[in-house]
């Protein structure tokens, strides 16, 4: 199965130029990379995919739930991020969504869940570890 090119890098400046709408939007895609979610769903989604060209059908779950969360409430809404693509690159057609969609059976749902429980392990194991490595502040009492 062919993996999709890589997001573009994203640099910060105060420049004003290059401004995107959505930016937030793509710290979710940069998390989900980072937390191994996006190669679990990929991993899940892999036996579901009869043809080797094509979107890689983890990346289109997930710029479905990012477009969710960025506000979409219909598969045609996945546009706002595909308008974008100096921001979230190449990202699958409406119709190409639809058919992840119509893909995704009972055993592929249980992937799906466990991909996600992996991510979430990794998510909290990453907090606790970072947690413990700051430095604390002495909490405060409440005065008597």
């Known amino acids: 199965m062919k993996r999709n090119a890589a997001r573009p890098?994203?640099?910060v400046t105060t420049s004003g130029q290059g401004v995107v709408a959505h930016a937030g939007a793509r710290l979710l895609c940069d998390l989900a990379d980072a937390m191994g979610l996006t190669d679990a769903?990929?991993?899940?989604?892999?036996?579901?995919?009869?043809?080797q060209r094509g979107h890689d059908r983890g990346q289109v779950l997930l710029d479905l739930a990012v477009a969710i969360a960025d506000g979409a409430t219909t598969f045609s809404d996945l546009?706002?991020?595909?308008?974008?693509?100096?921001l979230f690159g190449d990202v699958a057609s409406v119709s190409t969504a639809w058919r992840t969609a119509e893909a995704t059976d009972t055993s592929a749902l249980a992937r799906i869940a466990e991909?996600?429980?992996?991510?979430?392990?990794?998510?909290?194991?990453t907090a606790t570890a970072t947690r413990s490595s700051s430095p604390t502040t002495p909490r405060r009492t409440p005065a008597s």
């Open 41 to 51: 769903l990929s991993a899940a989604m892999a036996s579901t995919k009869r043809r």
């Open 9 to 11: 890098n994203v640099v």
């Open 79 to 86: 546009r706002v991020l595909g308008d974008q693509p100096e």
């Open 115 to 125: 991909a996600r429980a992996q991510a979430r392990a990794r998510a909290w194991s």
